[in-house]
């Protein structure tokens, strides 16, 4: 994000953990790792993609970034609380325009010029470097471009033309796009969970509609993920 949107952000989580909303913001992101978890490892705590996802969700979807904007002194910064209550969740992939990055969102076709100031877009681009490779993530446009909130969660590069085809499928059955994306989310959480799973197993149409258990990672071959 920008210096001022991380500002505003890191205040809104402070406020979001403090007694008082403690508990609903727990029960928020609790129930976007449920929605977009396989499974739960026993004993294990989520990566810190998922949890940073978590909090994104829960001050935009959740509601609490536009319940605490009026709590703010600075009229820009509810300003930019608002804002980040309006974020874009999609499917990405990143490319660069000459000088430029853009994040073109692969489930509408639109396309956001991302702002130079954005250290999380910077970011992602040099983490992946393959144009190719999807993540999902939330972004906030303003006049001038656009910033992504935190929660960046990468899919497997051998998954892309996967992906692909199971959101065309997604869409021709009529699944929303929060729907599309928590899919997703679960099928890269067994991907990611389940030990020598085959990346096809864990990507498929059918995990669309409901999530595969751990007892059938027995089909994934022995020796390693397969790919």
Not at 1 to 7: D, G, I, K, N, R
Not at 21 to 34: G, P, V
Request: proline share 5%; aromatic share 6%.
């Amino acid at each position: 994000m920008t210096p001022a949107l991380s500002a505003v952000y890191d205040e809104l989580l402070a406020r979001a953990s403090a007694p008082g909303l403690r508990d609903r913001a727990t029960a928020l992101r609790s129930a976007f790792l449920k929605r977009t978890s396989s499974s739960t490892p026993a004993g294990l705590t989520e990566p810190e993609d998922r949890e940073r996802a978590a909090w994104d969700d829960a001050l935009t979807s959740g509601g609490l970034a536009a319940e605490l904007a009026d709590g703010l002194d600075d009229p820009s910064e509810r300003a930019l609380a608002r804002v980040l209550s309006r974020a874009h969740r999609a499917v990405f992939r990143m490319s660069r325009l000459g000088s430029h990055r853009a994040a073109h969102d692969i489930l509408s076709g639109a396309s956001f010029l991302v702002l130079p100031r954005d250290d999380i877009g910077r970011e992602v681009l040099a983490s992946e470097g393959d144009d190719e490779v999807l993540f999902e993530a939330r972004v906030v446009a303003a006049s001038d471009g656009a910033a992504m909130l935190p929660g960046v969660i990468f899919h497997p590069p051998d998954a892309t033309s996967l992906i692909y085809e199971i959101l065309t499928v997604g869409k021709q059955r009529g699944l929303l796009r929060d729907e599309l994306c928590d899919a997703l989310l679960r099928m890269q959480h067994t991907f990611r969970h389940l030990a020598r799973v085959k990346i096809n197993y864990a990507y498929k149409v059918e995990a669309l509609f409901g999530a595969p258990s751990e007892d059938a990672a027995g089909a994934a071959q022995p020796g390693g993920r397969g790919r």
